[in-house]
């Protein structure tokens, strides 16, 4: 497998990650129940997650996407957020559930956060697939976590590495001679 050689080690297996999804979605699915839950799957890294946890959430709702960009293209996230695409319909009348990979700096959903609020959902919460709480400089927590991770560079079910490994159906580290 091409792929596959790539990776240290396997930090989650494609059965974890189902657990993990399985649980989440019927948490949200309790929490929901008699609201109007709009998803916002935030591109490209929680494609997986999303397409994964919208079929485990057993109520009516609808899907939006946003692309943002934080300026730089380093490990570490700068402080400038762009919207590079927005949603597409006006927020107001919805329960608003951001659908991120992975919870870092906590830099990105601060300032998404921020600037969702300003469109008065009728509330906004965020889900993140990981967490890497010591990563955090940001104040900014997620409503709902898959799993907290140590601060080490993951790739796959969505997250990427110089845009690479996402299709990776189970999350691991790549090895180290591959960040030179
Ligand atoms: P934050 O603004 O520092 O919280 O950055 C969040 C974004 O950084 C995520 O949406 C990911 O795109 C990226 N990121 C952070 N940690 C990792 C990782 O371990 N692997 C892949 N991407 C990561
Ligand atoms: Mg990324």
């Known amino acids: 497998m ?3 050689k790539d990776i240290e080690k396997v930090l989650f297996s494609e059965e974890q990650i189902a657990q993990i999804v399985d649980r989440l979605g019927a948490t949200i699915t309790k929490d929901y129940e008699n609201k109007n839950l709009l998803l916002v799957g935030i591109l490209k890294g929680s494609v997986i997650f999303m397409a994964d946890l919208m079929r485990k959430i057993n109520l009516p709702c609808k899907i939006e996407f946003m692309a943002l960009s934080s300026y730089g293209a380093s490990t570490r996230s700068s402080g400038v957020v762009r919207i590079i695409k927005d949603l597409s319909i006006d927020i107001e009348d919805y329960d608003v559930l951001i659908i991120e990979d992975i919870l870092d700096s906590g830099n990105t959903l601060s300032k998404l956060k921020a600037m969702l609020e300003l469109r008065n959902p009728k509330s906004l919460k ?31 079910y969505g997250l990427d590495f110089t845009e690479k490994y996402r299709n990776l159906p189970y999350v691991g580290v790549i090895k180290p001679e591959l960040y030179n």
């Open 2 to 4: 091409p792929m596959k």
């Open 126 to 156: 965020i889900c993140a697939f990981f967490d890497k709480p010591e990563r955090r400089t940001a104040d900014i927590k997620a409503d709902y976590i898959g799993a907290e991770i140590p601060d080490e560079f993951i790739v796959g």
